[in-house]
């Protein structure tokens, strides 16, 4: 048994954050990946859903530097909202029959299909974290964090920047077109 498991008493739930914030960056990795090799430029309804799934990552990120917080829970579950709603609003506007919907379907969905579903996951995540961790009604006490988890932290932080210098080139300092087909900045 380590001695930072005797140590931090949030050992259990730091490990468990980590493991839920490595798959979020799997999904934007992924989406970005997609972007990248597949050429599809997010529309600016896919971008607010990245930048949701941002938000989401922070309040993870938290609970995994700082300990397991009702405020982390809440950043998180709250951010997953508002990504929520941006997918069901871009479902809505594709859901008319004939519509093809925005860019290519991966395993049957669109992308903002499964954003839907993650925000969904990452609520629930969140609701069954608050009930099972004990040690949530207080901001712990700052410890290191171990190697791994210092790694995903530090993904984390390397994809959202990806992500916003993608946007950047894509929009510029202004509002994105609605069906973007080029980046503003690459000409």
Do not use: K
């Amino acid at each position: 048994m380590s001695t930072h498991f005797r140590t931090d008493p949030f050992y259990a739930s730091r490990v468990v954050n980590t493991f839920a914030l490595l798959a979020l960056c799997g999904v934007l990795g992924f989406a970005f990946a997609w972007q990248l090799l597949y050429h599809e430029i997010p529309c600016p309804l896919c971008l607010l859903q990245r930048v949701a799934f941002i938000l989401t990552g922070i309040g993870l990120l938290l609970n995994v530097q700082y300990g397991p917080a009702n405020l982390h829970y809440g950043i998180t579950i709250l951010s997953a909202l508002a990504g929520a709603s941006v997918a069901a609003r871009q479902m809505a506007l594709h859901i008319m029959p004939g519509d093809a919907g925005y860019g290519a379907p991966f395993l049957g969905l669109h992308f903002y299909t499964w954003a839907l579903l993650m925000f969904i996951a990452l609520i629930l995540y969140c609701g069954l974290m608050l009930c099972v961790d004990r040690a949530n009604v207080q901001i712990a006490a700052s410890r290191s964090t171990g190697p791994y988890a210092r790694q995903v932290l530090w993904l984390f932080f390397l994809l959202a920047l990806a992500n916003m210098g993608s946007t950047l080139l894509e929009c510029g300092f202004g509002a994105c077109v609605d069906n973007p087909v080029r980046y503003l900045w690459l000409g």
